[in-house]
């Protein structure tokens, strides 16, 4: 499987990524803006939209049944060298399944996960999968 992306700059104050039928404004701007990813947010997307593409692809082999997934991420940068040196996640899942089953799900999305295995071993990857409060995900 290949994947191909290309990047375009608009302006000093944005680019335009594009794939397949898709695209999305990227924060380059030095100053920053409000209105579109920067390249590090970018990266905490695609983790946790790993993790929930990685749910979606378990769920119905493990018969797992939910209502819905969020995650939250977070990532702190260091200087030298710059990287984001420490991640960490926060799966929220809304189901009845119980605990064992939960502890489950998180190995497989850590174990199957292709942007989660490509950053953890050069980050501090931590956290948790957890049920939802009764008000949900």
Same mark, same amino acid.
Do not use: Q, W, Y
């Given at each position: 499987m290949e994947f191909k992306v290309t990047t375009r700059r608009q302006d000093?104050? %944005?680019?335009?990524? *594009?794939?397949?039928? +898709?695209?999305?404004? #990227?924060?380059?701007?030095? &100053? %920053?803006?409000?209105? *579109?990813?920067?390249? +590090?947010?970018?990266? #905490?997307?695609?983790?946790? &939209?790993?993790?929930?593409?990685?749910?979606e692809r378990v769920t119905p082999i493990l018969t797992f049944s939910l209502r819905g997934v969020a995650v939250h991420v977070h990532g702190i940068r260091q200087d030298v060298p710059p990287r984001l040196s420490q991640i960490t996640h926060d799966i929220v899942v809304d189901t009845d399944e119980p605990d064992g089953r939960l502890a489950l799900l998180h190995e497989n999305v850590k174990k199957y996960g292709t942007v989660f295995n490509t950053v953890a071993p050069g980050t501090t990857l931590t956290g948790v999968l957890r049920r939802a409060a009764q008000s949900g995900a």
């Open positions: 000093a104050h %944005g680019s335009v990524a *594009a794939c397949k039928n +898709a695209s999305i404004v #990227l924060d380059t701007d030095l &100053a %920053g803006r409000r209105d *579109a990813f920067n390249p +590090a947010e970018l990266l #905490l997307a695609a983790l946790s &939209a790993c993790m929930i593409k990685g749910i």
